[in-house]
């Protein structure tokens, strides 16, 4: 168990409004990453913290945002909603830093529905 | 560039007969190279690591991979397959020299199937 905490763990939201993700952690750790899983493409990186306050974008960014105001939460936040945006969303950590050779470490997961 | 290609979407196999999960990847640098598991709605957890060390890695549950650079692989196998190992895997490679994840690319994932 890596300490990854996501909430809420399940949303259904109309098209149009403003949605909001929590990862937590409790490790302290620096990296903190937002996924989206999709059938037949893998998991492929929203965006990204390597500190309080620094972030960066990573390939589907476009349409969300993200906050990091403390270590332990890393926020995103889908301005509004689209229903290309049902997805599964998953936080994680990577407690060697930016090392290549450092695995991530998954939450469970949130599922997101927009309708 | 990058990439990593799983060339199974599915993968079907009776209990206790062997597995094989198979990856191909491209990579410019020496890459890390890793594999996930995913049972259903869990998030994804770590099966093992190759990262320039043995080129045979064991990981948990009885897996290993092995990497080829000749063949620039890293296929996954297990000798038994166990009905608990129902469930998604995902290969991914990690590349050096690059910011902290933006060079993390995950493949499309198999789907293994055990039969009784």
């Known amino acids: 168990d890596a300490g990854i905490t996501q909430s809420p763990r399940h949303k259904v939201t109309e098209t149009g409004t403003p949605v909001t993700l929590r990862c937590h952690q409790t490790e302290n750790h620096r990296y903190m990453y937002w996924y989206r899983q999709d059938p037949g493409h893998g998991l492929r990186l929203i965006h990204y913290?390597?500190?309080?306050?620094?972030?960066d974008k990573g390939e589907v960014s476009d349409g969300y945002s993200v906050s990091r105001s403390k270590t332990e939460d890393f926020l995103l936040t889908l301005e509004s909603a689209t229903s290309s945006q049902t997805s599964v969303y998953f936080c994680?950590?990577?407690?060697?830093?930016?090392?290549?050779?450092?695995?991530?470490?998954f939450g469970n997961g949130t599922r997101l529905t927009v309708t | 560039a990058q990439s990593v290609t799983q060339l199974d979407s599915h993968v079907s196999v009776s209990e206790g007969t062997p597995v094989l999960l198979r990856c191909n990847y491209s990579?410019?640098?020496?890459?890390?190279l890793f594999w996930y598991v995913q049972h259903p709605n869990k998030g994804l957890q770590l099966l093992l690591k190759y990262t320039s060390a043995a080129t045979l890695v064991k990981g948990i549950n009885g897996f290993e991979a092995e990497f080829k650079k000749s063949e620039t692989s890293f296929h996954l196998t297990k000798p038994s397959a166990h009905m608990s190992d129902a469930a998604e895997y995902f290969c991914v490679v990690s590349d050096p020299g690059y910011s902290s994840a933006s060079k993390i690319i995950f493949g499309s994932g198999t789907r293994l199937s055990i039969r009784p």
């Open positions: 994680a950590i990577r407690p060697s830093g930016s090392s290549h050779n450092s695995p991530l470490h």
């Open positions: 913290s390597y500190g309080v306050k620094d972030t």
């Open positions: 990579s410019s640098y020496s890459p890390s």
